[in-house]
């Protein structure tokens, strides 16, 4: 008998493989293709392997679970995405998979998110698409200082404090949340490396240039759009936005 797969725990295995930083919600869900979810579990398995524990001074044990939990989340989402409609079990009714990938509209929770983020801006204004946005996600992933990277740097954390951390590190758990649960870090000190980390991040815009599916140009008219755009949203404080 097959096991049925929850909403619930197809969401943390998201957030295991793409991150936080993705908007994880069932729309996601919708969106997912077999190629995207490969892509994101080889980058994650290449941190994650038990091979690479001696180059990152890292507790083999620790790189073991935790690879492990990276493959169950890719076998479980896999699963999902062959056979949406036999296995998935979800908590309301399912819902149409979107074949359009211009919405007119897009409406958001006012508490949860006060600037649209770019890429997401160039999905609803349908110029990219909702894989070519987790791409560049992930690729600006790759690019940027992780938190205990920065934490290193600025000595807020030591070597061996780090790997304290990601020793003890639960399921699904960002190594901020880790490193101020065990009392390492203050919230303080993780707004100020997160703030730090988006600013020295590659810019998601250049992914589109270098892909060839934006120019240089047509990125900064956009970007200034986005700016009038957030501008008027926190004027006015209405949370939809309306496409022509």
């Known amino acids: 008998?097959?096991?049925?797969?929850?909403?619930?725990?197809?969401?943390?295995?998201?957030?295991?493989?793409?991150?936080?930083?993705?908007?994880?919600?069932?729309?996601?869900?919708?969106?997912?293709?077999?190629s995207g979810l490969k892509s994101a579990y080889r980058q994650r398995a290449r941190e994650t392997h038990p091979d690479r524990a001696a180059i990152l001074n890292c507790d083999l044990r620790y790189l073991e679970n935790q690879f492990k939990l990276i493959n169950d989340a890719y076998h479980y989402l896999l699963a999902y995405i062959k056979n949406p409609h036999r296995l998935i079990t979800f908590n309301s009714s399912p819902r149409q998979r979107a074949t359009n990938v211009k919405p007119r509209r897009y409406e958001f929770q006012e508490s949860t998110q006060i600037k649209m983020p770019f890429g997401r801006y160039l999905f609803y204004r349908g110029l990219i698409t909702y894989r070519e946005l987790i791409e560049a996600?992930?690729?600006?992933?790759?690019?940027?200082?992780?938190?205990?990277?920065?934490?290193?740097?600025?000595?807020?954390?030591?070597?061996?404090?780090?790997?304290?951390?990601?020793?003890?590190?639960?399921?699904?758990?960002?190594?901020?949340?880790?490193?101020?649960?065990?009392?390492?870090?203050?919230?303080?000190?993780?707004?100020?490396?997160?703030?730090?980390?988006r600013l020295i991040q590659p810019r998601i815009g250049r992914y589109f240039v270098e892909k060839?599916?934006?120019?240089s140009s047509e990125i900064e008219r956009l970007a200034w759009e986005?700016?009038?755009?957030?501008?008027r949203r926190a004027r006015t404080g209405r949370g939809t936005v309306y496409y022509p």
């Open 1 to 34: 008998m097959a096991e049925n797969i929850t909403t619930e725990r197809l969401l943390e295995a998201c957030r295991l493989l793409f991150g936080n930083h993705v908007d994880l919600s069932p729309d996601f869900l919708l969106y997912l293709k077999e």
């Open 137 to 197: 996600l992930l690729w600006q992933r790759a690019r940027r200082p992780t938190i205990g990277e920065l934490a290193k740097r600025t000595r807020l954390l030591t070597e061996g404090e780090i790997r304290e951390i990601l020793k003890k590190r639960k399921w699904g758990e960002r190594f901020g949340e880790s490193a101020h649960r065990l009392g390492y870090l203050t919230l303080y000190d993780i707004d100020r490396l997160l703030a730090r980390q």
């Open 212 to 215: 060839g599916i934006l120019s």
């Open 226 to 231: 986005l700016r009038q755009l957030n501008y």
